[in-house]
């Protein structure tokens, strides 16, 4: 335990320096050089008649259902992004958000320090240092990690949101020519060593509920339940397992007034075999790659996911699960209103010993979402959600291993 608190505390100091150097510097610094912005979330939700994963349970989306579950209020959050420009090239950054559904009820996102020289016409690079989100998103470019599109994130984000952080140190460089630019970015990180828990344990999800720092996250019970274990199972959301620092790199091509395309490869280079504090390393590993198209009011965006994760914790038992996933979601601006529809497929593919619980999945989802700003203070969105999911481990929880939810949420969010 005592190993396990000193992780915890070094995954503390370093994720929260730059949250406490931008609030040191923040003092000084003349009034401008500090900006805070961020929202209150409240909603009308009729979730589905499953179980959600926030509970234990094999459900794909955040808020928990039942049979009888009617139309239910709820504080979905407070977040805040903050900056501090200490000089025209540093920068501290971070993000504070309370949920009632964290584990730790408020809880930071990000906390990390930026160094971005003058650019010139042609190149400009940038570095990071501390915890933020890897650059995978094409959706979440909101105020605390969210969509300007949809409520709810699509499968691959949500598991973005929950189980990566990059939480060491990243670079990018960006090459400037006449009709558009082209980015490399490559990063070393540590305390990523349990990411792909989720993963094989629960499957793919849609949510909005992105873990903290400090987060844990829950599994569903009927992990334990295999297990002979009556306690609810959670898992850390960053720690280190291993000795290798993980590594991702990408490469992004901008066309001016056309779009995006973007690859990235990641690898977390956990330990398989290693334990650290009760958990196992989770070794994961893919390819990611998106594109974005914008033409006159509409926006295209497209991204897909391949990779494994693999556990092999003993001489007898190894588990490797493939995982993908791919949307499309299309988007337009009416004036002050904002249309999105989003259609997106997921599945896993579990190899494990004969004797181990089959937790393969596929599945498919679509999304409708209409935002109205009627001032730049306020907004508010209705999102019609549908997921379809076949899980085979399901049926060891006594339930049928197909399920159809239907979800409806109603959201005003309020800016400041």
Request: hydrophobic fraction near 40%; glycine fraction near 10%.
């Amino acid at each position: 335990m005592a190993g396990g608190r000193q992780d915890r505390r070094a995954l503390r100091s370093l994720a929260s320096l730059g949250f406490w150097l931008a609030a040191a510097a923040a003092a000084p610094a003349q009034a401008e050089d500090y900006t805070l912005n961020g929202f209150a979330d409240v909603r009308l939700v009729q979730p589905s008649d499953q179980r959600s994963w926030n509970d234990g349970g094999l459900g794909k989306l955040r808020f928990n259902g039942g049979s009888d579950s009617g139309i239910e209020p709820h504080l979905a959050e407070i977040a805040a992004d903050g900056k501090a420009q200490v000089t025209p090239e540093l920068a501290f950054l971070g993000t504070l958000r309370f949920s009632p559904d964290q584990y730790t009820a408020v809880d930071l996102l990000e906390s990390y320090a930026r160094y971005r020289p003058v650019d010139n016409a042609s190149w400009q690079w940038t570095t990071k240092l501390g915890a933020f989100f890897p650059p995978i998103s094409l959706e979440n470019e909101g105020i605390a990690w969210t969509s300007p599109w949809t409520l709810t994130p699509s499968a691959i984000n949500t598991w973005v949101g929950e189980e990566l952080r990059t939480i060491g140190g990243e670079t990018t460089g960006e090459w400037r020519f006449d009709r558009g630019a082209l980015q490399a970015t490559g990063s070393l990180f540590g305390w990523n060593g349990a990411a792909g828990t989720l993963l094989e344990d629960r499957g793919w999800a849609l949510g909005d509920s992105p873990s903290g720092l400090f987060d844990k996250v829950r599994l569903p019970d009927v992990v334990a339940t295999r297990l002979g274990d009556p306690t609810p199972y959670v898992s850390d959301s960053f720690i280190q397992i291993g000795d290798s620092p993980g590594w991702y790199a990408g490469l992004t091509g901008l066309a001016n007034g056309i779009g995006k395309l973007g690859v990235l490869r990641y690898d977390n280079r956990a330990d398989p075999t290693a334990f650290r504090h009760g958990q196992v390393g989770w070794r994961t590993k893919f390819w990611s790659a998106g594109a974005e198209i914008d033409i006159d009011e509409i926006v295209l965006l497209s991204q897909a996911m391949s990779g494994s994760t693999e556990i092999d914790p003993t001489p007898t038992f190894r588990s490797v699960t493939d995982f993908r996933s791919a949307y499309l979601l299309a988007g337009r601006y009416f004036g002050n209103v904002t249309v999105a529809a989003r259609v997106e497929f997921f599945d896993t593919h579990n190899q494990a010993p004969s004797y181990a619980a089959n937790l393969s999945e596929h599945g498919h989802a679509g999304t409708l979402a209409v935002s109205w700003r009627p001032v730049h203070w306020l907004r508010f969105t209705a999102e019609a959600l549908r997921v379809d999911s076949y899980r085979h481990d399901r049926i060891n929880a006594g339930l049928a291993p197909r399920a159809v939810e239907n979800q409806f949420q109603l959201n005003a969010r309020a800016f400041f």
